[in-house]
């Protein structure tokens, strides 16, 4: 009889439930919403990225609806054989637009955008200068290049310099930082990280996944929200979270996007989004240059959430974000966490180690535009109540 070649995934798995971290998927039986159902149980919900509420949108769900009857459900084909269709022209001259840049492509993911834009981008013969707290995305697309990697401690500028100065001066570097970090919601040392960058001639790239439609006039990110127009080469944004639906792009100059399109291997090699998600940004892009109220009501519920959090004595670290950690120590302890709460009626994913540091596990909170402030009074009473009960204040 053939033995199992894959025997030892049953052993990774026990060791994961041993240590309290085996985790199974929670579904969603409603709509993406501030209060919604995760398995069959009402709970308000602070585990989305549903910045703006977007994913409930009425003008959102017409444009998609719409799109769906003019055009049919898929593209049929990678971008550039026969799956570029009129609709993802659009949106791309619609975010250039948005972004201020000369030219933007628009990928299946954030995930994609980054990672297929750095190992398109580099070779070998080339370095990559990379926040120690980076994407996963923008690390995969590092190794995919075969660049030499060097990881600077997060957000430490005089650790940045001291690498730069001792690669080559002739070397291409691409120094790289995330806009927002996704565990820990600060920002990225963009204004210094871009004076490094002129002064030793790298290319400098900002993965905004966090910030688009959150920082900045309208949304528009951090490079807007630190006016570092004309200074950052390669814009990353995501219109997966705040935008409400799916993708991610590259804003830039019109020479790397065309170059991106010869290039890049998620948008040779897979097979763009069908029109209705590209109809649905688009409109994303109508409410952020229309309805920015909107993003007022998300740093409002923002302020007002982390106050409540700081003032009942919770570690909420760094954050200058909507994404707000609690952080609990081990990972066992902020899955109990996060495991309370969801019985309480609130849901906070517990994130553990490899996502965050082995004593730095949380539960991870980001309060949404269209949460109520009766919704976020009601959190925060649980998290006294369970925070008090598991030791944590
Ligand atoms: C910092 C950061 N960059 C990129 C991504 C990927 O974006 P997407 O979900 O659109 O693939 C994420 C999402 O998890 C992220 O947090």
């Not at 980001?366 to 204040?393: R, S, Y």
């Amino acid at each position: 009889m053939r033995s199992n070649p894959l025997a030892f995934l049953d052993t990774e798995l026990d060791s994961l439930r041993t240590q309290g971290l085996h985790r199974s998927l929670r579904i969603l039986d409603d709509r993406q919403q501030a209060t919604t159902r995760f398995d069959h149980k009402s709970v308000v919900n602070l585990s989305s990225n549903n910045y703006l509420g977007l994913t409930t949108h009425p003008l959102l769900i017409e444009r998609a609806i719409a799109a769906v009857k003019e055009y049919g459900v898929g593209s049929g084909s990678v971008r550039t054989i026969a799956g570029t269709m009129a609709i993802h022209m659009e949106l791309e001259k619609r975010l250039a637009a948005f972004k201020h840049t000369e030219a933007v492509v628009v990928f299946q993911s954030g995930f994609a955008a980054n990672a297929g834009t750095v190992s398109a981008i580099l070779t070998k013969e080339d370095a990559i200068i990379s926040d120690a707290l980076n994407h996963a995305s923008i690390i995969d697309g590092a190794r995919l290049s075969k660049a030499t990697i060097k990881v600077f401690p997060h957000k430490d500028v005089d650790a940045c310099r001291t690498i730069l100065e001792e690669l080559p001066a002739a070397q291409r570097k691409l120094l790289i930082t995330d806009g927002v970090f996704s565990m820990d919601g600060d920002l990225g040392a963009l204004p210094a990280l871009c004076d490094l960058a002129e002064e030793f001639g790298c290319i400098m790239m900002v993965d905004d996944a966090h910030a688009s439609g959150v920082f900045g006039k309208n949304g528009r990110g951090t490079v807007d929200h630190f006016n570092m127009h004309g200074r950052v080469d390669i814009q990353v944004g995501t219109l997966s979270k705040a935008m409400g639906a799916l993708g991610g792009y590259v804003a830039g100059s019109a020479a790397l996007i065309d170059f991106l399109y010869h290039r890049a291997r998620p948008f040779l090699f897979s097979t763009s989004h069908p029109p209705s998600v590209a109809a649905t940004c688009i409109a994303a892009v109508d409410v952020l240059e229309k309805e920015p109220e909107i993003i007022e009501r998300l740093w409002d519920n923002t302020r007002f959430f982390k106050k409540g959090l700081e003032a009942l004595g919770f570690d909420t670290g760094l954050s200058e974000s909507p994404i707000t950690p609690v952080i609990a120590g081990e990972g066992s302890r902020a899955m109990k966490l996060s495991d309370r709460l969801f019985e309480e009626g609130v849901f906070a994913q517990g994130i553990a180690f490899p996502t965050v540091a082995r004593d730095k596990a949380r539960v991870r909170t980001i309060v949404t535009a269209t949460h109520t402030k009766d919704e976020l009074q009601f959190a925060l009473d649980k998290f006294k109540l369970v925070g008090v009960e598991l030791g944590l204040i």
